[in-house]
């Protein structure tokens, strides 16, 4: 890595727009929003990176949600997800255009992809963000992250190399709201692999059928903490979620406990969701479940403790035992389903 480089020579926002045939990821929609923030602040535009094959649609709605300029590569080898592939496209582009700022979903694709270009371009790159602002006076990204088990909170910069990296968690940010009224530049970029000889060819691909579903896309998830604790109990939360039509989601314990898989924590050091609906059943609300499920719109708590502090986040409490209310509520919309 340079010991330093022209920092000046480098300026613009861009976002890796990801998707997965062509449906994009969530995540990504949520960086344009912040990318346009951030390319506010700097007085810069915000570019977003669109590949894949027939991803056109995608360029657009990517305008839609905040990108002056969209650079597209459109082809049918970069119909999967390939590190070499995307990352020798999106490298050469940057190396060639300069932006002082690439951002990237911390997704499993994000998480491989981001190092690689950040290798790549010899940049740095701050993983696993949960907020993102600007030092204007520096022209700094200012990236923050749950450190050491998500005890501290660390704040990190970039000052010497360029682009400035940052991966952020799916669900920290708001949706922009999309303006199909937007206006925006979309440039095709030259796709020229035949020098590159991939090791990695993708056979098949299949979306994994994880227990909770992808809860970070979930317009409604149903929580499980400790006090839900039966078997009896978790079935009817379950039967709860299918009615709602909701995803199964809950707190570190409940996961210690073996009730539900990793990939459904939410938390600190599990993973932020914005739901429609969050419905808390047998969760106490301390601050490192709260820190992934408080920007949910509606929360509906259900706890036999009325001081429990998921209360003062609930728009709707319901003190009592849960064995008892979760098929109450179950018989209920089961009636009103007719
Ligand atoms: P408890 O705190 O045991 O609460 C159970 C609740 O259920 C109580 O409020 C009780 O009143 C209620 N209850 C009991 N019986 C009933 C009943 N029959 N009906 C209705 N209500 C009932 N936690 C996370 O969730 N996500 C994280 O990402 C996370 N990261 C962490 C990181 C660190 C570094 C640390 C130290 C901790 C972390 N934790 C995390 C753990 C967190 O501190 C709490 O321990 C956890 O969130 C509490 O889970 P809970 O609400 O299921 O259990």
Redesign the pocket.
């Known amino acids: 890595m340079p010991s330093k480089v022209d920092v000046n020579a480098w300026r613009g926002v861009w976002v890796f727009v990801e998707q997965y045939k062509g449906k994009p990821a969530r995540v990504s929609f949520e960086l344009l929003g912040k990318g346009r923030e951030l390319a506010d602040k700097l007085s810069v535009p915000l570019t977003a990176l669109v590949l894949g094959e027939n991803v056109g649609k995608l360029a657009e709605d990517a305008v839609a949600s905040g990108a002056d300029r969209v650079l597209l590569a459109d082809a049918p080898k970069l119909s999967e997800y390939t590190t070499e592939l995307y990352a020798k496209i999106i490298a050469e582009a940057a190396l060639r255009e300069k932006p002082e700022i690439l951002l990237v979903g911390a997704s499993p694709v994000g998480r491989d992809l981001a190092p690689t270009l950040s290798y790549r371009l010899s940049g740095g790159c701050t993983a696993d963000c949960t907020s993102l602002d600007v030092d204007l006076d520096k022209r700094l990204l200012v990236s923050t992250r749950p450190a050491f ?3 501290v909170m660390a704040t990190i910069i970039c000052p010497d190399h360029r682009p400035q990296m940052s991966t952020v968690r799916p669900g920290v940010m708001p949706l922009p709201e999309p303006d199909p009224a937007r206006k925006g530049e979309i440039v095709k970029l030259p796709v020229d692999l035949s020098s590159v000889t991939p090791k990695v060819r993708v056979l098949e691909s299949r979306l994994r059928e994880s227990e909770g579903g992808n809860i970070c896309e979930a317009e409604k998830v149903v929580g499980i ?4 604790g039966s078997k009896a109990g978790f079935d009817a939360i379950r039967e709860l979620a299918k009615l709602l039509d909701a995803e199964v989601a ?5 996961v210690e406990a073996g009730w539900i898989s990793h990939d459904c ?6 993973k932020t969701i914005r739901p429609s609906l969050y419905v808390a ?6 601050v ?2 709260t820190a ?1 499920m408080s920007g949910a719109k509606t929360i509906v708590a ?4 009325p001081n ?1 502090d ?1 209360f003062k986040f609930a728009d709707y409490g319901i003190v ?4 008892k209310i979760v098929p109450k509520i179950i018989e209920r919309l089961k009636s009103e389903k007719g």
């Open positions: 088990g998500g005890n903490g400790m006090g839900a809950g707190t570190r314990p409940a924590q939410v938390g600190q050091t599990g059943c047998g969760i106490s609300g301390t490192q479940h992934g259900i706890n036999k403790d429990a998921i009592g035992d849960a064995a």
